[in-house]
């Protein structure tokens, strides 16, 4: 009987485990559209506005600049969501 607890026990941090991977991985999504535009927008306008950019920085580069960013936060926001969650859940069970 002791057995089929601890499984069932397993069972429910597994469950709560996706759900706060799917809650980050959420979440990090929401920031990467985010910074997408955010960077995009001035990035393309001093591509357009700027001489010293509109010499050096090819599509590649501002495309490279957006995707930087975007990653970036999508990793970000996502890490510090879990383990916020995570924090959260620690501290349920020590109460």
């Known amino acids: 009987m002791a057995k089929n607890v601890s499984l069932d026990s397993i ?28 960077t995009a927008i001035p990035t393309y306008a001093c591509g357009k506005i700027s001489p010293w950019a509109r010499a050096h920085l090819n599509p590649t580069a501002k495309a490279l600049i957006v995707s930087t960013a975007a990653g970036m936060a999508y990793f970000i926001v996502a890490d510090q969501t879990i383990l916020k969650r995570a924090r959260q859940n620690s501290f349920k069970q020590q109460g």
């Open 11 to 38: 069972d429910q941090k597994l469950a709560y485990a996706r759900r706060c991977s799917h809650e980050g991985a959420k979440a990090g999504a929401k920031a990467a559209v985010f910074a997408t535009v955010v």
